[in-house]
């Protein structure tokens, strides 16, 4: 693999992680060559288009300035790893279970990671893994 196209995917990344923070979510898509998410934590699968605007619908509104923090980045075979700061205020309603939790105002920061695989010879993304538990944020808010 050359250092062009790690360097390539690596920009893809940035520009996918930066273009969510401004909800620019036809952007996110064009990042993809089939837009995936499987969340580890919760193992949810968003596959799609649909089921993944679906999931950036939800996941911004309890918190609609989620943001997030590139702490370190490095390419190996087909994969982007990322660290980094998710950051956010609790300013919608959460559904927590059966529950709908109203906005606390609570901001929280949490360190996780999340690996973005590429269809070989590509820097179009086909799956995000983020890398979480979710009651860390939960925790953060003051809810767990």
């Given at each position: 693999?050359?250092?062009?196209?790690?360097a390539?995917?690596i920009?893809t990344?940035?520009?996918?992680?930066?273009l969510?923070?401004t909800?620019?979510?036809?952007?996110?898509?064009?990042?993809f060559?089939h837009?995936?998410?499987?969340?580890?934590?919760s193992?949810?699968?968003?596959?799609?288009?649909?089921?993944v605007?679906?999931?950036?619908a939800?996941?911004?509104?309890?918190?609609p300035?989620?943001?997030?923090?590139?702490?370190?980045?490095?390419?190996?075979?087909?994969?982007?790893?990322v660290?980094?700061?998710?950051?956010?205020?609790?300013?919608?309603p959460?559904?927590?279970?059966?529950?709908?939790?109203?906005p606390?105002?609570?901001?929280?920061?949490?360190?996780?990671?999340?690996?973005?695989e590429?269809?070989?010879?590509?820097?179009?993304?086909?799956?995000e893994?983020?890398?979480?538990?979710?009651?860390m944020?939960?925790?953060?808010?003051?809810?767990?």
């Amino acid at each position: 693999m050359s250092n062009e196209l790690a360097a390539r995917r690596i920009d893809t990344v940035k520009r996918h992680m930066a273009l969510e923070i401004t909800h620019e979510w036809d952007e996110v898509i064009a990042t993809f060559e089939h837009p995936r998410y499987e969340m580890y934590g919760s193992g949810a699968v968003f596959d799609g288009e649909e089921a993944v605007r679906a999931y950036f619908a939800a996941s911004r509104t309890p918190f609609p300035d989620q943001g997030n923090e590139i702490i370190s980045i490095a390419h190996a075979d087909e994969t982007v790893l990322v660290e980094f700061w998710l950051t956010g205020t609790h300013l919608g309603p959460l559904k927590v279970g059966k529950q709908t939790v109203e906005p606390t105002g609570r901001s929280f920061k949490v360190r996780m990671a999340a690996t973005f695989e590429f269809k070989p010879g590509s820097d179009k993304i086909i799956c995000e893994r983020p890398y979480f538990d979710q009651g860390m944020v939960l925790h953060a808010i003051g809810l767990a």
